[in-house]
């Protein structure tokens, strides 16, 4: 390519530049004047959020890819946002674990994000209205459940009002470059899980495997001694400056973890929700079958179901299941109407947009 082909279209994208920097702030201008018509309430708004990124896919007609258009207006909504009323988002930290991450893919860069030294604290901040929103774990792919989430959300106020789908990679971090010399592995318990396989084909035997709260403190340790190694992701290793002795060591390749969004905050229906619903059944044979009927009945599905502990007596369960529709949907109503005749307990979490990103 010659010098002048190169300068006319580098005329061009500066003129373009020019233009989508005027697009923007005028988008933003109608954020702002948005914002003044909420009059300070609920500013976010995640069904509106939902539906904006799912027509920026559906109407992209490329050469960029969908997930990277629906990345910069993610962004671009963030900032707009930010200028109505800037968000705090409480996480499990401290900075650089994977709940950061997935407060940053749902909130994008503009959003606060509050590092909180236990998921319990992450609650609370929200509760006390210290925070605006938390994003906590809630299953991975490869480990299941993620039991503090779904106790604390039994018994919270708040109200589940998002999901964030987040791809796991786990790397063997380290400050020294080689293998040699490595005495102790840190990391959260769910992660040395994920990677369990791998610990025990590429690690010799005697090296000892360490729980701690999570994947960043995990790096934050390995960074100050240099007889120990981490299991954390890109954040952490970048945080901690870290190097990366191994790349990608999960077990699974698809490894995923769910995160979900709480806060005082009932969402509206965005077209394409989950509602998701705590309850228990009656301790009697076929208890649980009969529970689940009224789905079948009004043909709701069902996208998830776990069972935990209830915690108040021996061998008494309580049931986490998320359904297809939103609490505003009248089929969706009289399901809910029906599991409530039949079960002991029934709380509905919330109902919210299905992950787009
Ligand atoms: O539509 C709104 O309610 C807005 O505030 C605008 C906007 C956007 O930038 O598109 C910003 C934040 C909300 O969470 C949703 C959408």
Request: with cysteine; aromatic share 6%; net charge negative.
């Amino acid at each position: 390519m010659s010098d002048e082909q190169l300068k006319s279209h580098r005329d061009a994208i500066d003129a373009l530049d020019t233009r989508i920097l005027e697009l923007l702030n005028e988008r933003a201008s109608h954020a702002r004047a948005i914002g003044e018509i909420k009059g300070g309430g609920l500013v976010y708004r995640p069904e509106r959020e939902a539906q904006v990124l799912s027509r920026i896919k559906a109407t992209n007609r490329g050469p960029l890819p969908d997930e990277s258009v629906a990345k910069l207006f993610r962004e671009i909504m963030s900032a707009c946002l930010s200028i109505e009323r800037p968000l705090t988002i409480a996480y499990l930290g401290p900075e650089g674990t994977f709940s950061q991450s997935a407060a940053i893919k749902h909130f994008g860069h503009a959003a606060v994000t509050q590092a909180c030294a236990s998921i319990d604290e992450a609650f609370r901040v929200v509760e006390a209205r210290s925070a605006d929103y938390v994003v906590a774990p809630v299953e991975n792919s490869t480990e299941g459940a993620v039991g503090r989430t779904l106790d604390l959300m039994v018994n919270t106020p708040l109200q589940v009002c998002g999901e964030v789908v987040l791809r796991i990679h786990h790397h063997l971090l380290r400050k020294d470059p080689s293998f040699d010399g490595i005495r102790r592995v840190y990391s959260h318990a769910q992660s040395l899980a994920q990677c369990h396989e791998w610990l025990n084909k590429n690690l010799p035997a005697e090296v000892e495997r360490i729980s701690v709260s999570s994947n960043a403190e995990a790096a934050r340790l390995a960074s100050l001694d240099t007889q120990c190694a981490a299991i954390a992701g890109d954040a952490a290793a970048e945080k901690f400056g870290m190097l990366k002795l191994a790349e990608n060591i999960e077990d699974e390749p698809n490894n995923t973890t769910r995160f979900l969004v709480l806060g005082y905050h009932h969402t509206t229906a965005s077209g394409r929700d989950k509602t998701s619903l705590v309850m228990s059944a009656q301790n009697k044979p076929g208890a649980v079958h009969q529970l689940l009927s009224p789905l079948a009945e009004h043909g709701v599905s069902m996208t998830k179901f776990e069972s935990r502990p209830s915690r108040t007596g021996l061998w008494e369960y309580v049931f986490f299941v998320d359904i297809e529709g939103h609490t505003g949907e009248a089929r969706v109503q009289q399901t809910l109407d029906a599991l409530r005749e039949r079960a002991a307990f029934v709380k509905v979490l919330g109902a919210y947009p299905v992950a787009v990103l």
